[in-house]
């Protein structure tokens, strides 16, 4: 299968480096979105690249074989460098078949295929807000503006094995792949995407304005993208005779060439990601903090239909949740408070209990208790 590739790669305008790196080493194309710290992210991206090269040249193992030593190889460094603990990158890599490719996947970035203007979505993203969507908590329109759209439930480099996703797809001449980090989809819908990619016949042509398009809307992450283009059979193969690595303004070109693409290495102040040594408990915060919001949610509005009559400062009063605590936290609030002693109302039989609370479906039914209480209290005292 013929095919002509190219790559881009750009700091983006918001970033202090570019944590992220791609390979081009046909048969295998691939993208990293690196994180952690000051150096983990580029180390973490860098290494996988490197690993998944130097295996593929090699022809060592599966597609999926190389990626989990990739991970393994980002996890080691990790143990072994404190500089760069806790560092991690995404993976997304193809390895290009006749008339096929097999995707290998962990993390954020994607891998899509164009065909006759369409953009398939190869992989699912693996974060809190994608898992959340699945279980029908948040729509795809709501997960593309959550808070926590970045944190990532699986990352490559942050434990000793790493469960991948693999996925094959069909691919003819015509057909149009394309890898890229979120710095893209987190700047341009898909929509765009898809009219880019289809507008650009040339693939260099397609990927530098994929990543000027996404630096135009803001550019707040780096930004990554690896075009594959499936030719006719007899075309001219782009694999030889094309110049190397070429500098365009600040992105990284490369068509077809073996080479890694080593972007700039700016150096400066942390991303606006978690910490890279704080990365892997970020993900399970993530995840946490998620659940509990939820089921705080889910409290609250439990709450807010609760009333009961209860005690307060030695006082009648009508509450509004449930007589207890969790923790420290009340789960109730006074509404309306009243001149009644509880002490004598608790000398009534029928209001013995009322420290306990005594339970209103509504306000108006705890008010009339209240009422009630007034009343007998009024006739005792006669
Ligand atoms: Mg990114």
């Known amino acids: 299968m013929r095919t002509r590739v190219a790559a881009a790669t750009d700091i983006g305008h918001v970033r202090e480096?570019?944590?992220?790196?791609?390979?081009?080493?046909?048969?295998?194309?691939?993208?990293?979105?690196?994180?952690?710290?000051?150096?983990?992210?580029?180390?973490?991206?860098?290494?996988?690249?490197?690993?998944?090269?130097?295996?593929?040249e090699r022809?060592?193992?599966?597609?999926?074989?190389?990626?989990?030593e990739a991970n393994r190889a980002v996890w080691e460094r990790s143990r072994a460098d404190p500089a760069v603990s806790g560092m991690g990158t995404t993976l997304t890599a193809a390895e290009l078949g006749e008339g096929r490719a097999r995707i290998v996947h962990v993390g954020d970035s994607r891998a899509y295929r164009l065909r006759d203007g369409?953009?398939?979505?190869?992989?699912?993203?693996?974060?809190?807000?994608?898992?959340?969507?699945?279980?029908?908590?948040?729509?795809?329109?709501?997960a593309e503006v959550h808070p926590y759209r970045n944190i990532l439930t699986r990352v490559l480099g942050v434990e000793p094995t790493v469960e991948v996703d693999e996925v094959e797809v069909d691919l003819r001449p015509g057909d149009r792949l394309l890898l890229c980090s979120d710095g893209l989809t987190g700047m341009l819908p898909e929509r765009r995407i898809a009219e880019v990619l289809a507008e650009e016949?040339?693939?260099?042509?397609?990927?530098d304005r994929l990543v000027a398009e996404a630096n135009a809307a803001g550019g707040v992450d780096n930004i990554t993208v690896v075009v594959v283009d499936v030719l006719e059979d007899g075309g001219r193969s782009a694999a030889a005779g094309d110049?190397?690595?070429?500098?365009?303004?600040?992105?990284?070109?490369?068509?077809?060439?073996?080479?890694?693409?080593?972007?700039?290495?700016?150096?400066?102040?942390?991303r606006l990601l978690p910490p890279g040594a704080l990365r892997r408990t970020a993900v399970r915060l993530g995840v946490a903090l998620a659940v509990v919001v939820i089921a705080l949610i889910g409290l609250r509005l439990y709450?807010?239909?609760?009333?009961?009559?209860?005690?307060?400062?030695g006082r009648v009063a009508v509450f509004r949740g449930v007589p207890a605590e969790?923790?420290?936290?009340?789960?109730?609030?006074?509404?309306v408070e009243t001149e009644i002693p509880a002490a004598r109302a608790q000398a009534l039989a029928l209001?013995?209990?009322?420290?306990?609370?005594?339970?209103?479906?509504d306000r108006a039914e705890a008010e009339a208790i209240v009422e009630q209480i007034r009343a007998d209290l009024a006739r005792e005292g006669g």
């Not at 369409?118 to 969507?133: A, I, K, P």
């Not at 690595?245 to 400066?268: I, K, L, N, W």
């Not at 969790?326 to 509404?335: K, N, S």
């Open 351 to 361: 209001y013995r209990d009322l420290d306990e609370g005594i339970t209103a479906n």
């Open 118 to 142: 369409e953009l398939l979505r190869l992989t699912e993203d693996h974060t809190v807000v994608h898992r959340m969507v699945l279980e029908g908590q948040l729509t795809e329109a709501q």
């Open 243 to 270: 110049p190397p690595a070429t500098r365009v303004s600040s992105a990284t070109v490369v068509e077809a060439g073996p080479a890694t693409a080593r972007p700039s290495r700016a150096r400066g102040p942390d």
């Open 59 to 68: 022809r060592e193992g599966s597609l999926a074989d190389r990626v989990r």
């Open 303 to 313: 709450l807010d239909a609760q009333w009961y009559v209860g005690v307060s400062d």
């Open 201 to 207: 016949a040339d693939p260099r042509a397609a990927a």
């Open 326 to 335: 969790i923790a420290g936290f009340q789960l109730h609030r006074v509404v």
């Open 17 to 56: 480096q570019n944590e992220d790196r791609y390979l081009v080493a046909e048969p295998v194309v691939a993208v990293a979105d690196g994180m952690g710290g000051h150096l983990g992210g580029e180390v973490a991206a860098q290494l996988a690249v490197e690993t998944l090269e130097r295996l593929t």
